[in-house]
């Protein structure tokens, strides 16, 4: 079968695009965005072509976008927007060219232009949860003609540097009095998880369809945010399990989402009355959760 009609051609879009399409897959394969320098400086390294700004490498990342559609037509099979990964250094978020593949993907009315900073993030984490676990990045690359990129993907961040799972020590009583103190209070301030005053008071224990429940959901039109909250009395096993929790919280915020055909926007936070460990912090950057640390004499 041909290649896709979008990476055919002498034009230096077309032919970064077929250079940058494997080493975009590489670090896709090994779980990491790449940013628009990292992209221009493997191109370099390798002797693919010359330095260029990074705001013309938007041009091969929507040349690549529309490949990955052409080839959706053809296998009658959803493929995630891989240019979703390309991001830039400052603030780790695709320009905003991607929203057109963002809008494809999820088949929503609406695209992304027009939400909040948070919420395109949201979008954003979530479909690039999708590229990096799609297992057909090789068979992409067949289709292409394109061989794999075999080279080193580093990573700042060490396993050292960052607290395990935990799966016991955590307290198994039943609700304390602070926790409950912390929830009512987080449910009638949203202003601690960074929404409007005039946001509506948040919903206690709100109940998803897997029947888990959260803390604390801000439910309004234009935001969606669940909440988990640990109170001074948490140890830091509690503390990790909590990072944890938000992230299901998250999940299944933005599953609900999906199953209303909306862009999964849903973002969820840990509130804690401590202030977390460097390695549970550290936990809790690499898992995209938020931690929002309240004085007890707020609460």
């Avoid at 198994?172 to 946001?199: D, F, I, M, W």
Wanted: hydrophobic share 40%; glycine share 6%.
């Amino acid at each position: 079968m041909p290649i896709p009609q979008s990476l055919v051609g002498d034009t230096w879009t077309a032919i970064t695009a077929r250079n940058a399409l494997p080493i975009v897959v590489r670090w896709a394969q090994q779980g990491q965005p790449i940013t628009y320098g990292q992209l221009d400086a493997e191109i370099v390294k390798h002797g693919l072509g010359h330095h260029v700004m990074a705001v013309q490498y938007g041009y091969p990342a929507g040349a690549i976008g529309n490949a990955l559609i052409e080839l959706e037509k053809r296998w009658n099979k959803r493929i995630p927007p891989l240019n979703a990964i390309i991001v830039n250094a400052k603030d780790r978020l695709p320009g905003k060219g991607v929203n057109y593949y963002l809008k494809h993907y999820f088949k929503v009315k609406k695209g992304t232009n027009s939400i909040s900073p948070r919420q395109r993030r949201a979008v954003v984490e979530e479909i690039q949860a999708d590229v990096f676990a799609f297992k057909h990045w090789d068979r992409v690359l067949r289709e292409c003609e394109l061989k794999p990129f075999v080279s080193y993907v580093a990573t700042d961040v060490q396993k050292d540097q960052i607290a395990s799972p935990k799966r016991s020590g955590w307290s198994t009583e039943p609700e304390s009095q602070e926790h409950r103190k912390l929830k009512e209070y987080v449910a009638k301030n949203p202003t601690v998880v960074g929404l409007p005053r005039n946001t509506a008071i948040g919903r206690i224990e709100y109940l998803f369809a897997s029947a888990d429940s959260a803390d604390v959901v801000f439910t309004n039109p234009k935001q969606l945010v669940g909440v988990e909250v640990k109170s001074r009395i948490s140890n830091d096993a509690d503390l990790n399990r909590g990072i944890f929790q938000a992230v299901k919280y998250q999940a299944l915020l933005r599953a609900e989402q999906r199953a209303q055909l909306q862009a999964p926007t849903a973002t969820a936070v840990l509130v804690s009355e401590r202030s977390l460990p460097p390695k549970l912090q550290k936990l809790a950057s690499v898992l995209g959760i938020e931690v929002i640390v309240v004085r007890a004499t707020d609460a």
